[in-house]
């Protein structure tokens, strides 16, 4: 039974035992400062989409360990009376290709040899030009003010800038724009970026062309020439957004909706399906039974995801053939209740990321992503322009005739990931991601398990402990975990491995949003450094 509506469950035994916010228009967020740059958009007279879009720009300044103007980005929104899906992941160059790589087991995942074009400014101007109420340049102010005047680095941030400077410092402008005197800003520290200031003003005034056909797009490609990489002027400017919609499958009287390939939604759909086939819901919410259950179907989504996820253009197997009910039941007998297995894939039928939520008063609500991808993603920096760019190359296969086997032109398969749940009647419920890298799927799953199925509300989601599937019988769990639900998953044979420390990489950071009647109820994770703002 789909519980959020009249019996949700306001507790939270979790230990952060934060509550959950209540309000009309509400941002949530995993950085205060960018929370409250998203709710000072609506109260200018800006929509959800303001918000949301002046909440990732800000980001990019306030959290550049996990975004940054090179990013890539989806999101998912409800204008009210549609719901729209925006693809805005970029191609590879066109100069790639698998012998380019000949030698290496993969693709690189630092440098320019691991950079597609970057897509995240795209979304920016294809969100605020279609859906959005005030000017772009109005919604980057925020951003702007704290990359030139500065802000106080915040405690989770500063100890992912310094894994950061020890990973890719040495990599092409990225001490020159990222460190100073060699160092990472330690919390507290004032930073400013003047050069990102900059970057983000020549952006909003031109509504993003200057960085895909003008000054900012040259510089880059110059950048990625004296450095022997392959992209150039015209990868830029053949780049373009792209409204995808969405693909859904139903879960607990609701509607999940995921963006189509490349971003891998659709493991979670998968999972969530596998499970429902399988009577998930028999049993209490922490019970083992639910617990293995969900573990066995996420392992069974992996595996067709790793099989036959790609490029939607590139994909023999489409969505719908791995959403199809009766494949979906055939994958959940495979499941055994007292053993842990190690599933292949099958085969079906013809037929470090950031993430921002935000709803208003008008029922409008968004779902937004954008993410570097490792952190700060390839480490290189553009000089003179604080622009990081992703390594989501890394995400593309070396295997030959793989479905997702590198290619110039072509988009690698992504982790990132925005979510949105649909009441069954066709109204709006919730705006909900994990960031995470490959965790964002399974973030997704425990996220709609706790919250549609069960009636959690989103803040205990947030907060409760995570599992996550790292291959074969293998699972990973936080150290909040239950020690009894532990000992009872290894008694069916799960490999399990008690992660110790900050959750942030493993088990990601989840932001939600579910609307109740006139209002909506928000939830931001404890693992980073979030907030839900909220009126």
């Known amino acids: 039974m789909n519980k959020t509506d009249t019996c949700m469950d306001w507790n939270n035994p979790y230990p952060s035992a934060r509550s959950a916010v209540l309000g009309q228009n509400m941002v949530s967020t995993s950085h205060p400062l960018a929370a409250q740059a998203g709710l000072r958009m609506l109260h200018a007279g800006g929509n959800a989409v303001d918000a949301a879009l002046a909440a990732a720009i800000a980001l990019t300044v306030v959290e550049p360990t996990g975004c940054g103007i090179g990013s890539d980005a989806f999101a998912i929104v409800w204008d009210g009376k549609e719901l729209h899906g925006l693809n805005a992941s970029g191609r590879s160059p066109r100069g790639w290709s698998p012998d380019r790589f000949k030698g290496h087991e993969a693709i690189p995942d630092k440098g320019w040899e691991s950079v597609s074009v970057p897509g995240a400014v795209s979304a920016w101007a294809e969100l605020s030009s279609k859906l959005g109420r005030l000017s772009l340049e109005q919604v980057a102010a925020p951003a702007i003010h704290y990359a030139r005047e500065g802000f106080p680095v915040s405690p989770v941030i500063a100890r992912l800038w310094e894994l950061g400077r020890q990973r890719l410092g040495n990599q092409p402008g990225f001490a020159e724009a990222f460190l100073r005197d060699g160092k990472a800003p330690v919390a507290g520290q004032w930073y400013q970026n003047q050069d990102q200031a900059n970057t ?34 015209q990868d830029l400017a053949d780049h373009r957004a792209h409204w995808c919609g969405t693909i859904s499958h139903p879960f607990a009287q ?51 995801l790793y ?34 297995g190690d599933p292949q894939h099958g085969l079906p039928g013809p037929s470090g990321t950031v993430y921002v939520t935000a709803a208003d008063a008008s029922g409008m609500m968004v779902s937004l992503i954008q993410s570097n991808y490792m952190g700060f993603g390839s480490g290189v920096v553009v000089p003179g322009t604080g622009i990081s760019m992703q390594n989501r190359g890394h995400g593309f296969t070396l295997r030959p005739g793989h479905v997702n086997e590198v290619a110039g032109g072509k988009r690698p398969s992504h982790t990132i990931i925005p979510a949105f749940a649909m009441n069954a009647d ?24 706790r919250v549609l199925l069960y009636g959690q509300n989103p803040q205990a989601a947030a907060d409760a402990p995570r599992w996550r599937v790292t291959g074969g019988r293998g699972v990973a769990v936080e150290p909040t975990f239950d020690p009894a639900l532990i000992q009872a998953l290894r008694g069916r044979g799960h490999e399990v491995l008690v992660e110790p420390g900050s959750g942030v990489f ?6 939600l949003i579910l609307r109740q009647g006139n209002h909506y109820v928000g939830g931001s ?6 907030q839900v703002a909220a009126y």
């Not at 919730?430 to 960031?435: A, T």
């Not at 493993?506 to 932001?511: D, S, T, V």
């Not at 994770?525 to 979030?530: A, F, L, M, Y």
């Open 200 to 233: 983000l003003e020549r952006i909003a005034a031109t509504q993003g062309q200057d960085f895909y056909t003008g000054e900012l797009a040259r510089r880059i490609a110059d950048f990625s020439r004296q450095h022997g990489g392959a992209m150039d002027e």
């Open 254 to 304: 609701s509607v999940i909706h995921e963006i189509p390939p490349n971003g891998q939604g659709l493991a979670a759909l998968m999972a969530l399906g596998i499970m429902e086939q399988a009577g998930v819901g028999q049993q209490p919410l922490d019970h083992v039974d639910t617990v293995h259950l969900s573990i066995e179907a996420m392992k069974l989504a992996f595996a067709d």
């Open 307 to 340: 099989e036959h996820h790609a490029d939607l253009e590139h994909m023999i197997h489409q969505p719908e053939h791995l959403l199809d009910p009766a494949y979906l039941r055939e994958r959940a007998a495979l499941i055994t209740m007292d053993k842990a």
């Open 426 to 449: 066709g109204t709006p419920q919730m705006s909900f991601g994990v960031m995470g890298g490959p965790f964002q799927s399974q973030g997704h799953m425990q996220m709609a398990l």
């Open 506 to 511: 493993a088990f990601g950071g989840a932001q």
């Open 525 to 530: 994770d404890p693992r980073k450094d979030g």
